[in-house]
């Protein structure tokens, strides 16, 4: 079956521009994720959707960050006024409910000059 | 607050070697741990999970992990390696804090086997 899919797969952009990074969860997974992984670091979590409750957006770094997840299937990741910093590689992931297994996407890799 | 711990970022190892990847944690509640592997160029994947029962956890690959609460270490072991599992592997923990179990990872253990 299908599993998480991401796109693009790379993208390279000017500093101060916008970007959409997309995700498509594996279908029937109520949870998604969104995490940053940057070069030597860990994933860091950034938001999380959960059914219909309202997203955890306690790990969006600022307000330049935000997300949302239509009709509790596809999600975007949309970077505003893009900085240097933000160059790393985007992970989703989905899974049954929470507690359960994370099934990953194979990221997008985002490089801001 | 959770925190992981990988103390090594790199550990070379010969090819039919035994491996321990080394992982503590820090949390002032009941915690699920978990250990991820990134192959190159893929996203990461579940090799193992403890949630409860038994400290001694079998996963995918040949690999286990043994929770140890006293020493706050979730390790990761193999008895053999081989060269198919050089990868990036990350130990991860979360708790009910949260309340929605997101888990915390640690910055990753590169695994290299050689030859």
């Known amino acids: 079956g299908a599993g998480v899919s991401q796109s693009p797969s790379n993208k390279v952009t000017e500093k101060g521009k916008d970007v959409e990074l997309r995700c498509d969860p594996i279908s029937g997974h109520t949870a998604l994720y969104w995490y940053r992984q940057s070069l030597g670091q860990g994933l860091e979590f950034l938001i999380y959707f959960q059914g219909n409750s309202a997203p955890d957006k306690s790990g969006l770094p600022s307000d330049r960050f935000s997300a949302e997840r239509t009709g509790g299937s596809v999600s975007t990741l949309t970077i505003q006024r893009t900085q240097q910093e933000d160059s790393a590689v985007y992970l989703c992931?989905?899974?049954?409910?929470?507690?359960?297994?994370?099934?990953f996407g194979p990221g997008t890799r985002l490089l801001v000059l | 607050a959770q925190s992981v711990t990988q103390l090594d970022s790199q550990v070379p190892v010969f090819e039919e070697a035994p491996v321990e990847l080394r992982c503590n944690y820090s949390?002032?509640?009941?915690?699920?741990l978990f250990w991820y592997v990134q192959y190159p160029n893929q996203g990461l994947q579940l090799l193992l999970k403890y949630l409860s029962g038994s400290t001694l956890v079998k996963g995918i690959n040949g690999f286990e992990a043994e929770f140890n609460k006293s020493q706050t270490s979730f390790h990761l072991r193999k008895p053999s390696v081989h060269i198919s599992d050089t990868a990036e592997y990350f130990c991860a923990v979360s708790d009910q804090v949260r309340g929605s179990y997101i888990p915390t990872f640690g910055r990753g253990t590169s695994l290299i086997v050689h030859p």
């Open positions: 992931a989905s899974s049954l409910g929470e507690r359960e297994t994370q099934y």
């Open positions: 949390s002032s509640v009941s915690v699920y």
